[in-house]
């Protein structure tokens, strides 16, 4: 049974940082795009940041770029999110995803991932 478990969230003020962490069990995770989505609520869910299976490839929301970094280390099936210069408007619930297809190109489209997290709340006040 594939599991994504998510940690790290929690309250900082702005300009603050945190790093989430997922870890992913029930299948090798590390053939998978595995990504971060967010959704804050009233709208709908966005995609954050995207790894491929290898980790050498990367996509980002512009929202994030220079401020958020994707990792992932496949020997321990997980992958993280290292959170820095938070702003209120990145406070949401934050969900890990994995591709269901391997060796895809990192998408940022929720549509292109077929296993879900239960999500961790991240609240960045000013």
């Known amino acids: 049974q594939v599991q994504l478990v998510e940690s790290g969230g929690g309250s900082v003020q702005a300009g603050g940082s945190l790093r989430l962490s997922c870890a992913a069990s029930?299948?090798?995770?590390?053939?998978?795009?595995m990504g971060w989505f967010r959704q804050a609520p009233g709208k709908e869910r966005e995609g954050v940041a995207t790894?491929?299976?290898?980790?050498?490839?990367?996509s980002y929301a512009d929202s994030v770029k220079g401020r958020f970094t994707i990792s992932r280390d496949n020997a321990k099936n997980a992958v993280y999110l290292l959170m820095n210069s938070l702003k209120p408007e990145d406070t949401a619930m934050y969900y890990c995803?994995?591709?269901?297809?391997?060796?895809?190109?990192?998408?940022?489209?929720?549509?292109?991932?077929?296993?879900w997290g239960q999500g961790t709340q991240v609240t960045v006040s000013s």
């Open positions: 029930g299948y090798t995770s590390g053939y998978y795009c």
């Open positions: 995803a994995s591709d269901k297809t391997p060796w895809r190109f990192p998408s940022l489209a929720a549509t292109d991932f077929g296993y």
């Open positions: 790894i491929n299976a290898g980790g050498g490839t990367t």
